[in-house]
């Protein structure tokens, strides 16, 4: 039952091009970001500021390295999502608000990788 659910819902997706572009960019964007961190991160004992907050005894507050891979997760994890709301979007509502959530998914993965380039490029003493 699910897997006929799915197996239409994407011969759905396949029919209409602009959608499918667009998942398409989205997944390109978020493996890219993935390759992207993947090769910049290296292990360091310094830390990185992964926070400010007005209300703590210090404002900024310090993580270690590794704290950066979970922008790969964020990024995979908002792919899959993005399409798969998109999806149903497009199935029930129509192909307007469809392409508006994925054209949000595209500005998301945009979004962290600028934070994920400033993060590194003030990380990284280079």
Same mark, same amino acid.
């Given at each position: 039952?699910?897997?006929?659910?799915?197996?239409?819902?994407?011969?759905?997706? %396949?029919?209409?091009?602009?959608?499918?572009?667009?998942?398409?960019?989205?997944?390109?964007? *978020?493996? !890219? &970001?993935?390759? $992207?961190?993947?090769?910049?991160?290296?292990?360091?004992?310094?830390?990185?500021?992964?926070?400010?907050?007005?209300?703590?005894?210090?404002?900024?507050?310090?993580?270690?390295?590794?704290? %950066?891979?979970?922008?790969?997760?964020?990024?995979?994890?908002?792919?899959?999502?993005?399409? *798969?709301? !998109? &999806?149903?979007? $497009?199935?029930?509502?129509?192909?307007?608000?469809?392409?508006?959530?994925?054209?949000?998914?595209?500005?998301?993965?945009?979004?962290?990788?600028?934070?994920?380039?400033?993060?590194?490029?003030?990380?990284?003493?280079?």
């Amino acid at each position: 039952m699910l897997k006929t659910t799915i197996t239409q819902a994407v011969k759905e997706l %396949l029919t209409n091009r602009y959608l499918t572009v667009l998942c398409a960019v989205i997944v390109l964007l *978020a493996v !890219s &970001l993935g390759i $992207y961190i993947g090769v910049k991160v290296h292990p360091s004992d310094l830390q990185l500021v992964t926070h400010y907050t007005a209300f703590g005894v210090t404002h900024l507050y310090r993580d270690q390295w590794f704290y %950066l891979l979970s922008f790969i997760g964020f990024g995979i994890l908002t792919a899959f999502f993005h399409i *798969a709301i !998109s &999806l149903k979007l $497009y199935l029930t509502k129509g192909h307007p608000l469809a392409i508006a959530f994925a054209w949000l998914g595209v500005g998301v993965l945009v979004f962290a990788w600028i934070t994920a380039m400033s993060i590194i490029n003030v990380w990284s003493p280079l």
